[in-house]
């Protein structure tokens, strides 16, 4: 499987992914990776629905994805795992499962003390707690909204906070 990014968005299936990612890594299919969706039926048939036709979509927990891609089940597809958060990527990083890279989009600032990145970006301790980690594993950390944007490394931000 070549995976062309790994991208958090916590809008999941939306305008910005479709129009934009799916095309620029001409993408055969999305892997959402979240251990709650896995089991909401509503919510899997709505982001299934959302999704282009001609890409599939996937939904599996951390632990599922990153064995499957340890045994290279989908070789010669151009896949974006897409998840609502880091927490899910850090489970797979200290599974064994190697990410070079994270790109960050919209992140919405779910409670009170979410600290403003820039834009929609908002991060929780959480989210920090699992960047630094992931930073500790030697991922590289970018926001990057769309395509055409340029990408911020926010390696030093998360470094520094």
């Not at 600290?115 to 959480?126: A, M, N, Q, R, S």
């Not at 960047?131 to 950390?141: I, M, Q, R, T, W």
Request: proline share 4%; net charge negative.
């Amino acid at each position: 499987m070549s995976i062309c990014d790994v991208r958090i968005d916590d809008r999941l299936i939306h305008g910005q992914v479709c129009g934009y990612w799916i095309p620029r890594f001409s993408l055969d299919q999305i892997v959402i990776v979240d251990d709650a969706i896995v089991h909401d039926e509503m919510r899997k048939t709505a982001l299934k629905f959302g999704c282009p036709a001609k890409t599939k979509l996937s939904i599996h927990s951390a632990l599922k994805t990153s064995d499957l891609l340890k045994r290279h089940l989908d070789d010669g597809k151009n896949v974006m795992l897409l998840c609502s958060h880091p927490r899910p990527i850090l489970t797979m990083v200290e599974d064994g499962y190697e990410i070079k890279q994270v790109t960050i989009g919209n992140m919405s600032p779910h409670d009170g003390d979410a600290l403003h990145i820039k834009g929609t970006t908002y991060v929780t301790k959480d989210d920090i707690e699992c960047f630094k980690k992931l930073l500790s594993h030697g991922v590289n950390v970018i926001l990057q909204m769309t395509p055409s944007d340029q990408p911020e490394n926010l390696s030093d931000f998360f470094s520094r906070i």
